[in-house]
C-alpha cells in the first residue's frame, strides 16, 4: 500500500504563487501514476496534473494549464506541483493520489486511483 502526504498550501492573494509537494511514504512502482486533484465545496473533484511515473508523461486540467507544472523527483520519489498567477476559482483543497494501473485516458480520473492523501488547503483572496 502507498501512502502518499501532500505539503505548502496556504492562503495567498490573486496573482501570486504556491508550491504543493507529494512525498511518498512507501515505494512507487514504475507503472503507477501520481496526481493532484482538487475539490472545493459542493463542486466534484476534479483532476490538476498528473504524471505516470515511468515515462513521465502528464496531463494536466483544462483550467490550469499555462499556470501550474507539474514535475517529479525520482530519487526523493516526490510530486511537486508549481501554482503560478492563482485565481479565486483555484481555492479548494488539493490532494495527491496514486494509480496502480494508469493509461493516458484514465489517468484524469479520480475514481481509478487508489490511495489518497489527507489533502492541503489551497485559498486564493482577491
Not at 501532500?6 to 515505494?27: I, P
Request: proline share 3%; hydrophobic share 35%.
Amino acid at each position: 500500500q502507498a501512502h502518499v502526504v501532500e505539503s505548502g498550501g496556504g492562503t495567498v492573494q490573486a496573482g501570486d504563487s504556491l508550491t504543493l509537494s507529494c512525498a511518498a511514504s512507501t515505494f512507487i512502482y514504475a507503472n503507477d501514476a501520481i496526481g493532484w486533484f482538487r475539490q472545493a465545496p459542493a463542486q466534484e473533484r476534479e483532476v490538476v496534473a498528473a504524471i505516470r511515473w515511468r515515462l513521465g508523461d502528464k496531463i494536466y486540467g483544462d483550467s490550469v494549464k499555462g499556470r501550474f507544472t507539474l514535475s517529479r523527483d525520482v530519487a526523493k520519489e516526490t510530486v511537486v506541483l508549481q501554482m503560478n498567477s492563482l485565481k479565486p476559482e483555484d481555492t479548494a483543497v488539493y490532494y495527491c493520489a496514486v494509480d496502480r494501473s494508469p493509461t493516458p485516458t484514465t489517468m484524469k480520473n479520480a475514481h481509478n486511483y487508489d490511495y489518497w492523501g489527507q489533502g492541503t488547503q489551497v485559498t486564493i483572496s482577491s
